[in-house]
């Protein structure tokens, strides 16, 4: 746990998940899971197809209550998808001021749109008038309206193409930055792990086999021998090298 050097007051963590299991009928999916995110941090998780990081997910988002074990959370989350999961029938404004009390002609939009490098948008275009990318900017917007301290990101950026995604990586980051988040992210791009986080974690057969914060140097280079001897070694516990 953390201490606040001004207070010396611990900072509890945002998320605390203390012995998590669930099943679906005879399929363990997760067994005795214990995670806890201090505030700040930005945690990725890896894992094989199927282990089960979407479940955590869903279960620290509160979107899944039916496990044994606990799960504390201690900040407003914002959750974002593969897909932007906008409303069609609504605008772009429509979309990100939803259920958030704040007016679509309220110029907190614009200015989200332009944090979210959309500023060329019409707040008013329909959401099928947009890329996948641009979609998902929104989504980012969305979430962001409703000042979260924690993001809960699935694969938010997995349907995306490859260059779209690192532009989407570099604004996550920005934004993380800027706002001083928290982020559970879930991916299978171990690049993007790596540039994004401070700590990652790999689920593997129920448990976490893996839980380590990362030592690479800012900014993170792709091409340093660190970050490429990180990648090498994350690859072989994923079982891909
Ligand atoms: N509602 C459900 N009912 C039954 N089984 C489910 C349900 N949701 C998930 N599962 C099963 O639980 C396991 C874990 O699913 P989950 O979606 O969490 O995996 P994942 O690690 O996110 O996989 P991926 O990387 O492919 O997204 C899978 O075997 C899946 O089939
Ligand atoms: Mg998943």
């Known amino acids: 746990m953390s201490t606040d050097s001004v207070t010396g007051a611990s900072a509890r963590p945002v998320v605390n998940v203390k012995g998590v299991s669930k099943a ?6 997760l067994d005795n899971v214990d995670i806890e995110i201090p505030p700040g941090e930005f945690v990725s998780i890896l894992g094989r197809s ?19 074990g606990n799960v504390t959370l201690r900040a407003d989350a914002g959750v974002m998808f593969q897909d932007a999961r906008l409303l069609p029938w609504l605008s772009v404004a429509d979309n990100i001021v939803l259920g958030s009390g704040v007016r679509p002609d309220d110029p907190t939009v614009r200015e989200l749109l332009t944090r979210v490098g959309l500023d060329s948008i019409d707040p008013a275009a329909w959401p099928k008038t947009l890329s996948g990318g641009q979609s998902q900017r929104v989504a980012l917007a969305r979430v962001l ?10 694969e938010p950026f997995g349907a995306l193409d490859a260059l779209t995604r690192i532009r989407m ?16 992210l879930v991916t299978h791009d171990v690049e993007e792990a790596l540039v994004l986080s401070d700590r990652i974690v790999i689920l593997d057969g129920g448990k976490l086999i893996f839980d380590e914060i990362l030592r690479l140097p800012a900014p993170r280079e792709r091409t340093s021998p660190d970050f490429t001897a990180k990648r090498n070694e994350l690859l072989r516990l994923l079982g891909v090298a």
């Open 145 to 154: 309206i409703r000042t979260p301290r924690l993001l809960l990101l699935d």
């Open 169 to 184: 990586q570099r604004l996550l980051g920005d934004v993380r930055e800027n706002y001083h988040l928290s982020a559970f």
């Open 50 to 68: 199927g282990t089960g990081k979407s479940t955590l997910l869903r279960i620290i988002a509160g979107l899944d209550t039916e496990i044994s």
């Open 24 to 29: 679906f009928g005879d399929n363990q999916i």
